[in-house]
Every structure is written in structure tokens, then in C-alpha cells.
């Protein structure tokens, strides 16, 4: 059943799904940029957010309210992994179709990061990984946008 897939699958799932825009793991950033981009993909999994630039700004306000990670530490290692590659190809009409539906999401983003029962490990999550992501959602309460 879909619904039942672990973090695991579901991080290969994300991987399958976005293979030629997921060039990081292809480019040989370092040992850390490596962390952090396995970090940002769970995140992408577990919040349901694509790689559009919807789903990155989404990824990021999640990110910064819902992990453990924090606002200053999430920009810095954003800086450090180069992870500013994907957004060079947004072409002007994805950035106009997706830049207003994700302003307008923010504030929902926050509220339901604040009502979250316990912030999300940012790095440290291994011991999640093989249990389901729907069981994750509703011990970390979270509650993906639709």
C-alpha cells in the first residue's frame, strides 16, 4: 500500500522522481554538502514538497520552523552545499505560476510548523528511516499542505 511506504522508499522515490535535477549526489560536492542534501530530500519526503519553486520555498520555511536545523545554521549550510543550482533554472514563467501561491502559503507553512509536537531531526534521523511516512506525520504532527 502507497500510504505505507517508510522514509526510506520514500527518499528513493523522491531520488527516481527528480534524477536529472538531483545533480548534487552526481557532482562531487563534499562529505558535508553530501549530509546536507540527504537532510534537504528527507525534508522534501516527510513535509510532501516537490523541487518546483513552490516546493523549495515550502521545503526551506519547513525547514526553518519544523527541524532542528533553525533558521541561521539552514542558511549557512544552504550557502556551503552550493545548493542554489536547481533555482538557476526556473524559467520566468515557473517562477511567476509558483512565487505568489508560495507567499500566500507561508504563513499556513509556520503555523503548522509551530503546532508540530517535536521539531524534526534535521541530521539525525536514521533511526526513522524504515517507518512508515504516515506514522512519522502523526508522531512529529505534521500536516502537509495539500
Known sequence: MQ???TLRQGLEQFRE???DQLSHEKRGVSPE?????RSHDIAHVLFGCDISLYGE???KIW???GTTLG???HLKEYQAASAFDLAKS???RHVV????KLLFSIPTIIIRAKQMDKLWPWADFDAYLDIPITELRRTFNIKVLT
Open 57 to 59: 520555498g515550502t521545503v
Open 33 to 37: 554538502a553530501q549530509a546536507f542534501f
Open 90 to 92: 526556473f524559467g520566468l
Open 17 to 19: 522522481a527528480y534524477e
Open 63 to 65: 525547514t526553518i520552523f
Open 3 to 5: 500510504d505505507q511506504i
Open 97 to 100: 505560476t509558483n512565487i505568489f
Open 71 to 73: 533558521f541561521w545554521r
